[in-house]
C-alpha cells in the first residue's frame, strides 16, 4: 500500500533512545548493590564473547550527569532505562537499599530537568542471584510475590515523576536462552521448565500490572515484546503452516497471553500433548486478565523466515554472537518449523536481516490484533564501529538504518497505528550481552573494548542526524 503523501509525527511523540542496566551502569557491586545472575554468569568460562562482563560496563553509574548533558544536547525527549532489582533489594527482597534508589532518583531527577521523559524498565534480566539460589528464580511461583514487592516500591518511590513504565523485558527472549537455549543464566536446556518458568513470568507481569494501577493510576505499563514477525518461505502450503506454528509459537504465546490472558490454541494443544505445557492454577488465567496491558512495548530488530520442519529435523541453534558474517545456522522445533534465509533482505554482519517492511508489519499485526496503543522500545543496528584518527564515527549504515525504520512508523501509523514513541537502542554504546563491546549500537561510541578502555565519550555522526531528525519532529526524514 502506498500512501499518496505522509502524515506528520504526532507533536507529543516520544523520540527516545534506550539502554538497561547491566549493559551501562558497571559500578556492580558499589553502594550495596547485591549481585545479579548475569554477575555471576559471566564470570564463567565460555559464557560471553571473550569473558566480557559488566563489571564497569561504560560507567554510566558515575557519569549518569555527562551522559544525561549529552541526551539534552542531543534533544532527546524520551530514555528508556532499567533499574537494576538487587540494588534496591540486594537479595532480592527484605531490606530496602536506599542508596540504590536515591541512584535512579538522581538519574530521574537530571531527565525531568532537561525535559526528558523517563521510561522506566522494571526488570531486564539481571535478577537478583540471592532469588535464583533461594529458590530457582522464574520457577517458582514465589517470585510473584517478590516481584511485586520490588515493583511497588518502585511505584511508591517515583509514581509522581514517572509516566512510562515498562513490565519485563524481552521475557520471551530471555527465558527462551536461559531455559531452551541454555545462554543466558541459569542455562538450562528443558523445554519444559522453559514452558513452566514462562507461565509464572506471565503471572508476575500480571500482577504487577494489576498493582500499577492503584499506585501510579496516571501512568502507562506495558511489556517490552521481542517481536520478530514471522514469514513463510514460500506460498507452498508446507511453509505457511511451519510460518503459522512458528508465529504462533514464537509470538502469539506470548502477545496472546499478556493482551488476552489466554494461549494460542494449536500451541497449546501440541505442548499437551508432548507434555511440555505449563501447569494453570485455578486463578491464573483470570489474574492474567485483570493484568493487561495499557500499551505494548516492541523491541524490532529483524523478521525470521520459516520453512517446514520434518520431525528429526533441525533443532535449536545458538544465535551469531561472533560478527562473521554467514555463520548463523538454521534454528527450529522439529515437526512445526525451521528459519531459512530471506533472500530478498540484505544482512547486519551478525546475520540479522535488515527490514524496515518488516517493522510496519509488525507495528499493524500487533495494532490490529490488540487494539492498543504501541511503543517502539528498542530498534537499532549493532554494526562494528570505527574511530577515524581524527576522533570521529562515520557510522553512515547507522543512520540508512533507523531512516528507514522511522519512516516504516510514519508508514504503519498512516495504517492506523498509534505510536506513542520511538526509543533507539542504544543512547551510548553498550555492552551487548553475547556479544562484548565490539557490537555498537550506540548514538555516542564510548572509547573501550572488552579489555578496557578511556570510557571518553565521542559523539558519532549518527548523533548530529538524530539530533536533526527530532528538533524537526521527524519533517526531515
Ligand atoms: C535485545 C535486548 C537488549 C539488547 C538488544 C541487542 O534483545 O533487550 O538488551 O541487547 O537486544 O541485542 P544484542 O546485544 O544481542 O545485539
Redesign the pocket.
Known sequence: MHHPKFNDFPADFLWGAAS?AY?VEGAWNEDGKGPSVWDLFTKLPGKTFEGSNGDVAVDHYHRVEEDVALMAEMGLKAYRFSVSWPRIFPSGRGEVNEAGLAFYERLIDALLAHGIEPVLTLY??DLPQALQDEYGGWEDRRIIDDFEHYCVTLYQRFAGKVKYWVSL??QN?NLTNAYQLGTHPPAVQDRKRFFAANHIAFLANARVIKAFRQHVPNGLIGP?F?YSPAYPASCAPSDMLAFENAEEFTNLWWLDAYCFGRYPQAALAYLRETGEAPEILPGDLELLREGTPDYIGV?Y?YTLTFTDNPLGGQTMQR?NTTGQKGTTPSSGVPGLYKTTPNPHLETSN?DWAIDPTGMRIALRRLSSRYGLPLMIT?N?L?EFDKLTADGRVQDDYRIAYLHSHLKACQEAMQDGVELIGYCA??FTD?L????GYQ?R?GFVYVERDEQGGSLRRIKKESFHWYSQVIASGGKTL
Open positions: 538497561a549493559q531486564h534480566w523485558n524481552e527472549y517490552s521481542a523491541n530488530y544465535i551478525w528498542e537499532g549493532g537502542w542504544s553498550i551487548s550481552w553475547l556479544n557490537k549500537y
